[in-house]
C-alpha cells in the first residue's frame, strides 16, 4: 500500500512539473499569491554550506539560495540539523522533512524522492589531503596505493569514488564517517591519509589531489508533496530568468576558498617541465595595456600572468616583441614563436589558421571610447575587435585600424566619432586623454576575451597545464594583476585641470604654491619658537627629576645589598648547614623523626632562593641567551614528562594533550622557556593536595598576515587546587603595577593580606612568572574558582623555524 502511495505521488509531481514547463513557455513568473507555510529543511550539522553562527542565524550557500527561493513563495523555513547525511536522505524519502539541499542524483534516489528541475549548485568529487602533506601530489594516482581513505557511509560521492577507484585499479584501505565533518575532522588529526568527498564548502579547504565525477547537486523533496517541488521549480525558474548572475555571485561570497588550495602541478608534469624548453611567446609591443615595450622590457597584463604562472609551475617564457607588418600570427606560423600572448577569442579563426586556444584569461566585455557630442556612427577599432562589434551593431559605419593605439590616434585626428575595444583597454587609454573630451559606454553584451594560443600540433599536456593554471588564476588572482596594471598606466597632466583653461590653470598653480610657501614659512617660525621653549623647559625637568632618580636609586641599590648580604649570612647560611647536618643524620626518610624539620628546613631555602630570583629579575640582571631551534611538541612533552614523575610522588594523576602541535620547529630563548614551563608545573604540583590532577595542554596556530609567525597556547589546569581570594586580589594588584615599574612588586608584597608562608612563598612565585613569561615574549593569565579550582593560560608569539614555513 505505501508503494503504491509513493508511486502516485510521483506521478502526480511528474505531472504537475510537465504542467510547469509548459506553463514557463508563455509567462516565467507565479502569478499566484505566496504561500506562507513553514517548510521542515534538512542540513548538515557539520557542514559549511549550511550552517548556524554564534548569534543563532543561519549562513551559508544552501540559506542564500533558500532565502532567495523565498522571494517568489513566501516560505518559513524550519531547519533540521543531521549529524549523519545518508539518514538525511532517508528522512526526506520517508517525509519527515520536506526539502534537502546539495544532494547528487542516482537513479535509486530518484526512486525515491523528488529532485528539482534545476540544479542548485555543482561540483565534483575529490581526494583531498591535509594542507602541507607532501606525500601525494596532484594527478600522481599510483602514488595513492595502499592509503588510508576515508568516506561518508552509503552517499552518493562514496560510489562515485569507488567506481573511479576501481576504473583506475586503485588499492586502498577503507575508512567509514557517518557525517562529513567527522571525517574532514579525522584528515586533519591525521587518522587517514586521504579523503574521498564532494569538492564543496568545508572541503575547499583542503589541497585536492585528484578530481572526478562533475555533477550538479540538486534540491531533493519530501515525495508526498509534489506542490511544493512544483512551487519550488517555478522560483528557480524565476531567479534564473531575473537573477541570472545569482548563482556566481553567490559562490564567490560564501565559497571564498575555492581553488585556492589547487595543487597545479603534478610529479609527472614536472619532469614534463624539466625537459621544455623556455617557452617563446608572441607579444605585440603596441597593445596596452596587456603587452608593451617600457625602458627596453615588456610589461603589461600578459606579461604580469605569464611571470605568475611560471611562479606556479615552473614553465620557463622568454618574450619575441612583434610590431609592424608581420603579425603575432605569422611569427607562430613561421617557427618563431611557440605560443601567442594575446589573442581575442575567436573559435572560428583560431580553427581556420590550426591554433589552439586557452582558457581566456582576460574575461570582459567591448567598450566605445566616443568623442563627446558625437554619436558613434563612425567607429575605428583593430581587426578582431571589429569583427566582435560587426556581428552585433552592423548599421555603424567602420574603420579598421592595425593596432587600438592607431584607432586612437584616428579618434584624436576627429577622423572617427569613436574607437572600440575591451573594457580594460578603454580604461588605460582613457587615463591619457583629456577627460572634458571623451566619455566611455560599455556594451554588456558583447563579449571580450583574451587568450593565450598555441599551434594545434603542440604539445597537448602544455596546453592542458596553461587551462588549469589560467583558470586558477581567473577566480583568484588576474582582478589584482589587471588593476595593477591599470594603476600604472601614466596619467594626462590635463586631466587634473579638465574645467580650466591653460591660464587659469597658470595662475592657479602660482597662487597655491605662493600660498603654500608663505604658509609653511609662518608656520616653521612658530613651531621653531615654540620647539625652542619647550625643550628648555623639558631640559629643565629631565635635569631635576634626573638628579632626583639617581639619588633614590643610589639608595635603593645600597639598602637592597645591605638586605641580601644580611639574609646570605644570617638566614642563608645557617639553613644550608641545617640541611647539610639533618641529611647526615638521615632526615630526608620520611620515616626519619626529624622529616618534618627537613622538609621545613628545605622549603625556607626554596622561599630565600625564589626571593633571590625574583630580585634578580626586578634589576634586570638575567640576561637573555641566543634563540635556539627545537622541535616544539617533543620539547613539550618531555618537559611535562619530567614534572609528571614530581606529580607521581604525590599520587597527582599529570595529563598532556598537544594534538594541536604538529611537527613544527620554533625559535625560543630555551633556557628561559624552560624555566617558565617548570615553574608553572612545578608551583601547581606543590601546592595541589594529594590525590589531585593536573593538565598539560597546548596548540600552535599561524598568523593569518606573516606565515613565518605562529602563536603557542598552553594551558595549565589543577582542578582540586584552590586559590583564596586574598591571594587572588594580592597577584591582580601586583601584576598591574609590576607592569608599570617591576619595583613596585616590593610594596605589593608588604601590602599583600596573606594568611600562611605558603601564600606568600606562591605569591613571589606568581611575582617571578610575571616578570618571566614577558621576557620570551609571552602573556599569562591566572583564574581561580571553586568549580574549575586554578587555571593558567599563557600566549606566546613566536618564530617558525626557517624549514617551518
Not at 539541499?101 to 534516489?109: A, E
Not at 613596585?744 to 600562611?756: F, G, R
Amino acid at each position: 500500500m505505501t508503494h503504491c502511495m509513493r508511486k502516485s505521488a510521483r506521478l502526480l509531481a511528474l505531472l504537475a512539473l510537465l504542467l510547469l514547463a509548459l506553463s514557463s513557455i508563455g509567462a516565467a513568473e507565479d502569478e499566484s499569491a505566496p504561500l506562507h507555510v513553514t517548510v521542515r529543511v534538512g542540513y548538515s550539522s557539520s557542514g559549511s554550506m549550511l550552517y548556524r553562527d554564534e548569534d543563532g542565524h543561519y549562513r551559508g550557500y544552501d540559506a542564500i539560495y533558500l532565502y532567495e527561493i523565498a522571494r517568489y513563495t513566501g516560505w518559513d523555513y524550519e531547519f533540521v540539523p543531521y549529524d549523519n547525511w545518508s539518514q538525511a536522505v532517508d528522512d526526506v524519502a520517508a517525509g519527515r522533512i520536506d526539502i534537502l539541499p546539495t544532494v547528487l542524483k542516482t537513479p535509486q534516489r530518484e526512486q525515491e524522492v523528488l529532485f528539482s528541475l534545476y540544479p542548485m549548485a555543482s561540483t565534483s568529487i575529490a581526494l583531498i589531503a591535509r594542507p602541507g602533506d607532501e606525500r601525494y601530489v596532484y594527478g600522481d594516482v599510483p602514488g595513492l596505493d595502499g592509503a588510508r581513505i576515508g568516506v561518508r557511509e552509503r552517499t552518493a560521492d562514496t560510489k562515485s569514488f569507488e567506481q573511479w577507484a576501481a576504473k583506475n585499479g586503485l588499492g586502498f584501505h577503507t575508512v567509514s564517517y557517518r557525517d562529513r565533518g567527522d571525517l574532514l575532522a579525522a584528515l586533519r588529526a591525521g587518522d587517514i591519509d586521504l579523503a574521498a568527498t564532494s569538492y564543496a564548502g568545508e572541503a575547499q579547504k583542503f589541497p585536492a589531489i585528484a578530481e572526478f565525477s562533475p555533477q550538479a547537486m540538486y534540491f531533493a523533496v519530501n515525495p508526498q508533496k509534489p506542490q511544493l517541488a512544483a512551487r519550488l521549480d517555478q522560483a528557480m525558474s524565476n531567479i534564473l530568468l531575473y537573477n541570472a548572475s545569482f548563482v556566481s555571485t553567490l559562490e564567490r561570497v560564501t565559497q571564498p576558498d575555492k581553488d585556492r588550495y589547487r595543487v597545479l602541478v603534478s610529479d609527472r608534469e614536472k619532469d614534463f617541465i624539466a625537459a621544455l624548453p623556455p617557452q617563446r611567446v608572441a607579444l605585440p609591443i603596441d597593445n596596452a595595456p596587456f603587452s608593451y615595450l617600457r625602458d627596453g622590457r615588456m610589461e603589461g597584463i600578459a606579461v604580469r600572468m605569464l611571470e605568475r604562472i611560471a611562479e606556479l609551475t615552473g614553465l620557463r617564457f622568454t618574450y619575441v616583441p612583434t610590431g609592424g607588418k608581420e603579425t603575432a600570427a605569422d611569427i607562430l606560423a613561421s617557427g618563431k614563436a611557440d605560443i601567442l600572448g594575446s589573442m581575442i577569442v575567436n573559435h572560428i579563426e583560431a580553427q581556420e589558421k590550426g591554433l589552439r586556444l586557452t582558457t581566456p584569461y582576460y574575461q570582459d566585455n567591448m567598450a566605445l571610447l566616443i568623442r563627446k557630442g558625437r554619436a558613434p556612427e563612425r567607429v575605428a577599432a583593430a581587426h578582431a575587435y571589429r569583427e566582435l562589434l560587426k556581428e552585433s551593431v552592423p548599421d555603424l559605419s567602420y574603420e579598421t585600424a592595425a593596432t587600438t593605439l592607431e584607432a586612437l590616434a584616428l579618434l584624436e585626428d576627429g577622423r572617427v566619432d569613436a574607437i572600440a575595444c575591451d573594457m580594460a583597454t578603454a580604461t588605460y587609454y582613457a587615463r591619457l586623454l583629456h577627460r572634458g573630451d571623451y566619455e566611455m559606454k560599455l556594451l554588456p553584451n558583447i563579449p571580450a576575451y583574451l587568450s593565450l594560443a598555441l599551434s594545434r600540433d603542440a604539445d597537448a599536456r602544455l596546453g592542458f597545464l596553461l587551462d588549469r593554471t589560467i583558470q586558477y588564476l581567473v577566480t583568484t588572482e588576474m582582478d589584482e594583476i589587471e588593476q595593477k596594471e591599470l594603476n600604472a598606466a601614466p596619467i594626462s597632466f590635463t586631466n587634473l585641470f579638465d574645467r580650466l583653461s591653460g591660464a587659469q590653470a597658470n595662475a592657479l598653480v602660482f597662487l597655491l604654491v605662493l600660498t603654500i610657501c608663505l604658509l609653511a614659512y609662518f608656520l616653521w617660525m612658530l613651531w621653531h619658537r615654540n620647539r625652542l621653549e619647550r625643550r628648555v623647559a623639558v631640559i629643565e625637568r629631565e635635569h631635576d627629576s634626573m638628579t632626583t632618580s639617581l639619588a633614590w636609586e643610589k639608595k635603593i641599590g645600597h639598602a637592597q645589598q645591605d638586605f641580601f648580604r644580611y639574609m646570605d649570612d644570617n638566614i642563608m647560611a645557617p639553613v644550608k648547614d641545617s640541611l647539610k647536618s639533618l641529611i647526615a643524620q638521615g632526615a630526608a626518610s620520611p620515616e626519619s623523626p626529624l622529616y618534618e624539620d627537613y622538609l621545613r628546613c628545605g622549603q625556607i631555602q626554596d622561599f630565600m632562593i625564589e626571593v633571590r630570583l625574583l630580585n634578580q629579575l626586578t634589576q634586570g640582571d638575567i640576561a637573555l641567551a641566543d634563540w635556539q631551534d627545537i622541535p616544539l611538541a617533543d620539547t613539550l612533552k618531555r618537559q611535562g614528562s619530567i614534572l609528571s614523575m614530581a606529580a607521581a610522588r604525590k599520587n597527582i594523576r599529570f595529563m598532556m594533550d598537544f594534538s594541536g602541535i604538529g611537527e613544527e620547529h620554533v625559535l625560543v630563548e630555551k633556557r628561559l622557556f624552560l624555566m617558565t614551563l617548570t615553574r608553572i608545573m612545578s608551583c601547581l604540583i606543590k601546592y595541589t593536595p594529594a590525590g589531585g590532577s593536573m593538565l598539560f595542554s597546548g596548540s600552535l596556530s599561524h598568523m593569518g598576515d606573516d606565515p613565518q609567525r605562529c602563536v603557542l597556547w598552553l594551558f595549565f589546569h589543577a582542578p582540586k587546587l584552590i586559590v583564596t581570594p586574598e591571594l587572588q586580589q594580592a597577584v591582580s594588584a601586583m601584576r598591574e603595577n609590576a607592569q608599570k615599574n617591576p619595583r613596585t612588586i616590593y610594596e605589593c608584597m608588604a601590602q599583600a593580606k596573606c594568611q600562611s608562608i605558603d601564600e606568600r612563598a606562591m605569591l613571589i612565585r606568581l611575582a617571578i612568572l610575571e616578570l618571566l613569561i614577558p621576557k620570551i615574549g609571552g602573556e599569562w593569565e591566572l583564574s581561580c574558582t571553586k568549580a574549575k579550582g586554578t587555571e593558567v593560560t599563557v600566549d606566546l608569539v613566536l618564530d617558525l623555524a626557517s624549514g617551518d614555513k
